[in-house]
C-alpha cells in the first residue's frame, strides 16, 4: 500500500515528471535519501514507461476524433489486427463487453481522414460512431490525492 508521502511524490511526478528530487523533498519536508529510494521503488512497481506528451495542434494534428466501434462477429479480429496496426491511432480500448473498441485517432488533414474512414469501411459494423474533438480540457490529470 503507499503511505501519503508516496502518493505525493507519485502527484508530484505525474505534473511533471522531469522535476528534480531535491525539489520534491524540499517541497515535502522529506530527507533526500527518503525520496530518492521512495522514487525507485515506485518507479519499479507502478510505472508502465515515461513517455512525451505531444500538443497536437503545436505539431499540425488539428483533426482529431473519438471511435466507438461495434464490429459484426465475423470481423472482430481482423478488426482488431488493424487498429493495433493503425499509425492514426493514439489510445486503443475494449469496453463493455469486449466487442466494442473506443479509441482516439489524430490526423494532419482531411485527406487522412478520409483515407482512414475509407479503411474502416471495409469492416461491417453493428454500430459506429465517431465525433470530432474540439478541446481538450483536461489532459492525464489523475491524481491520488
Not at 505539431?59 to 492514426?88: Q, T
Request: glycine share 4%.
Amino acid at each position: 500500500m503507499l503511505d501519503l508521502h508516496k502518493k505525493k511524490i507519485l502527484n508530484s511526478l505525474r505534473m511533471d515528471s522531469r522535476r528534480n528530487l531535491v525539489e520534491i523533498a524540499g517541497e515535502f519536508g522529506l530527507a533526500l535519501w527518503k525520496v530518492r529510494d521512495a522514487n525507485k521503488e515506485l518507479d519499479s512497481r507502478f510505472v508502465g514507461r515515461y513517455t512525451v506528451l505531444l500538443d497536437f495542434d503545436k505539431i499540425g494534428c488539428n483533426l482529431r476524433m473519438f471511435f466507438i466501434l461495434k464490429p459484426r462477429m465475423g470481423s472482430i479480429y481482423e478488426l482488431e489486427r488493424f487498429l493495433k496496426r493503425a499509425r492514426n491511432i493514439n489510445n486503443l480500448h475494449l469496453v463493455d463487453d469486449y466487442c466494442t473498441y473506443f479509441f482516439e485517432a489524430v490526423f494532419f488533414s482531411n485527406k487522412g481522414l478520409n483515407k482512414f474512414i475509407l479503411e474502416l469501411n471495409k469492416f461491417d459494423f453493428n454500430e459506429k460512431k465517431q465525433m470530432f474533438i474540439s478541446e481538450e480540457i483536461k489532459k492525464e490529470g489523475f491524481l491520488l490525492l
